[in-house]
């Protein structure tokens, strides 16, 4: 498999305010940001939360999603 350029990163959150009842505040989670610098550009970015809000980990990607990550001011 070819290697295409590409970046990304994890980011580690809690759930501050929330109206789901199986989902407490305090519960912890990621959102996980990956950037492809490749002629077809495919940027994701995915939020992962532990069991008690696993209803809401969502990934999006698509036309719409743009992740462009830097390093110094310049991208990687």
Not at 9 to 27: E, H, K, L, M, Y
Not at 56 to 73: C, K, L, N, P, S
Request: net charge neutral; hydrophobic share 40%; proline share 3%.
């Amino acid at each position: 498999m070819e290697r295409r350029p590409a970046d990304g990163f994890v980011i580690g959150v809690r759930v501050r305010a929330s109206n789901d009842a199986s989902c407490p505040v305090g519960t912890q989670g990621t959102i996980t940001l990956f950037a492809s610098y490749y002629s077809t550009h495919r940027d994701t970015i995915a939020m992962h939360f532990a069991a008690a809000c696993a209803d809401h980990d969502h990934r999006f990607a698509g036309q719409i999603v743009h992740v462009e990550i830097d390093r110094g001011g310049r991208q990687v």
